[in-house]
């Protein structure tokens, strides 16, 4: 065998294993983006129930507020 046929050989199989993990590659790149995606829409539900969470204690806060106040203001009165 010649040095050039050799060469070619090995060329071959060295573009066939750059073609298989290309393809390795785009597929982990893949799984790791929905992954990624799957973790903020996670991350977002979370903090979306948190604000809300959030939300109704500092209404509830604020009605008891109101009420507090009206009380100390009718004790002022008498």
């Known amino acids: 065998m010649s040095l050039m046929v050799i060469l070619a050989i ?23 983006e929905r992954r990624s995606q799957e973790n903020f829409e996670k991350t977002q539900k979370m ?13 509830e806060i604020d009605v008891k507020s109101s009420s507090i106040s009206g009380m100390v203001e009718k004790n002022k009165l008498n």
């Open 10 to 32: 090995l060329s071959l199989f060295v573009g066939i294993a750059s073609i298989v993990l290309a393809i390795v590659s785009m597929k982990s790149a893949s799984s790791s």
């Open 47 to 59: 903090m979306n129930e948190i604000y809300d969470k959030t939300k109704d204690l500092l209404h």
